[in-house]
């Protein structure tokens, strides 16, 4: 039984990731845990804010419960956003999970972001607590956890997703190189308004061009978010 955790920032393929994982036979998939807990504690608005924390779990220590627990296939695949994990609440929880880090160069995050949603912030994007979440478990382990740039997995998912499957302990299957269009049941309820690109899709698909240059307000959030991203990206598998 293998507790996987994904810990990124969001528009960084997260959601393909999970698809990936999610296809596998023996995965159960669980959408952002922390998503709805996140709006009621931190009060940031949000897409579909309060149908999100209507369907939610928002109690830190149920959710962390869930988290440990067991589930019902032998690989229980959490897609976590590292914003999250807000301040003030304890994450050495997170430790007793096997962990793995999904990265993106900030410039891409921040193009795709401002494509659905146009408020956004460092802390919006999750670098800084993605690089926090590491240290501590880089500490616990002795190691680096591992690290998948989604720029590597789009160029070669199979060598990519086997490297990080040998990482994490568990085989790699090729099942996590297709999935089926559309919706899936284990999507969050917010999922009509950010997944609808995911939803044409059946694979990754093909590394996107350059970045495109960025209006100098997402560059400066660009530019705070690169050290976090090298110190990460040091470590990909």
């Known amino acids: 039984m293998t507790n996987l955790a994904m810990w990124s920032g969001p528009r960084n393929i997260s959601t393909a990731m999970m698809y990936s994982f999610g296809n596998r036979p023996d995965c159960t998939a669980w959408d952002e845990p922390f998503y709805a807990f996140?709006?009621?504690h931190h009060g940031n608005d949000h897409p579909m804010r309060e149908a999100i924390i209507a369907a939610g779990d928002r109690d830190w220590n149920s959710l962390v419960r869930k988290c440990l627990a067991p589930a019902a296939t032998p690989l229980f695949y959490q897609k976590h956003m590292t914003h999250h994990m807000l301040k003030g609440h304890d994450r050495r929880w997170i430790t007793g999970l096997t962990n793995a880090f999904l990265i993106r160069a900030p410039e891409r995050v921040l193009a795709s972001y401002a494509k659905k949603w146009s408020d956004v912030t460092l802390r919006d994007i999750g670098f800084v607590e993605q690089r926090e979440i590491f240290d501590m478990v880089a500490d616990h382990m002795?190691?680096?956890?591992?690290v998948v740039d989604a720029d590597d997995i789009l160029r070669d998912p199979r060598a990519c997703l086997t490297r990080l499957c040998t990482a994490c302990g568990i085989g790699f299957d090729d099942a996590m190189l297709h999935w089926p269009r559309g919706p899936k049941p284990f999507d969050g309820?917010?999922?009509p308004h950010w997944y609808n690109a995911v939803w044409e899709s059946d694979s990754f698909g093909h590394p996107p061009p350059e970045a495109p240059p960025l209006p100098p307000a997402l560059?400066?959030?660009a530019d705070e978010a690169r050290p976090y991203y090298e110190r990460l990206r040091?470590?990909?598998v």
Request: aromatic share 12%.
């Open 142 to 146: 002795g190691h680096a956890p591992p």
């Open 189 to 191: 309820v917010w999922a």
């Open 38 to 40: 996140s709006l009621v």
């Open 219 to 221: 560059q400066r959030i």
């Open 234 to 236: 040091a470590f990909r």
